[in-house]
C-alpha cells in the first residue's frame, strides 16, 4: 500500500512579439495530486518478480491568466485587457500490470503498463475591457464569458515507466 502527492506552483511572464503588435501575458498556475494505491507482489523466480495493483488519484489544478493584447483594427489600435481563469478537477483509477528483473544482488530493471480512467470537470471564467487605444478605460466595452465542461478519458499505455532501480 503506498501515497503519494505532488504540488507545483509557477508564476510567469510572456511576451509575444508576432506581427503585427505585442501580447503580454501574466500567467499563474497550481497543481496538487493526491493518489493511494496497492500493489500485489508475486516473486517468480530469483530473477523475475511480477506485480499488479490499482492506484486512485484526484487532484486540483486552477491557471488565471492576464493579457494585455493590441489589436490592429480599420485604421485604429485596439486594446485588449483582460483575465482568464480556469478551474479543474478530477478523479480517477489506473490498474498496473508490472515487470521486475534482477540485474545484480542491488540493480532491478522495472517496466510498467498501466491503464486509466479519469473524471475530470472544468470551468473557465473571463472577463475585461476592448476599444480603441486612444479611449480611456471606462469608455471601453466590456467583454466577459464562461464555459463549464466535463469528460471522461480512458488511456492504455503499453510502457508507462521502464525504470533503473539502485537499492541501498
Not at 495530486?33 to 508475486?42: M, N, P, S, V
Not at 483594427?73 to 486594446?79: A, F, Q
Not at 489506473?94 to 470551468?123: D, G
Request: aromatic residues 10%; glycine residues 8%.
Amino acid at each position: 500500500m503506498g501515497a503519494s502527492g505532488a504540488y507545483d506552483q509557477r508564476t510567469y511572464l510572456t511576451t509575444h512579439q508576432e506581427h503585427p503588435a505585442p501580447q503580454d501575458s501574466l500567467v499563474s498556475t497550481k497543481f496538487i495530486e493526491l493518489a493511494i494505491g496497492y500493489e500485489w507482489r508475486k516473486q517468480h523466480n530469483e530473477l523475475i518478480s511480477l506485480g499488479m495493483g490499482i492506484d486512485a488519484s484526484s487532484y486540483i489544478s486552477r491557471k488565471h491568466e492576464e493579457v494585455d493584447n493590441i489589436l490592429i483594427g480599420d485604421n485604429t489600435l485596439i486594446r485588449q485587457k483582460y483575465e482568464q481563469d480556469f478551474k479543474t478537477s478530477g478523479y480517477g483509477v489506473q490498474p498496473f500490470l508490472n515487470l521486475q528483473l534482477k540485474l545484480t544482488p542491488r540493480l532491478f530493471l522495472a517496466a510498467e503498463c498501466k491503464a486509466s480512467i479519469m473524471y475530470s470537470k472544468t470551468e473557465y471564467t473571463a472577463a475585461g475591457t476592448q476599444g480603441s487605444i486612444d479611449a480611456r478605460p471606462e469608455d471601453r466595452g466590456t467583454l466577459f464569458g464562461g464555459d463549464k465542461r466535463e469528460k471522461f478519458t480512458t488511456s492504455i499505455k503499453p510502457i508507462s515507466s521502464l525504470q533503473l532501480n539502485f537499492r541501498l
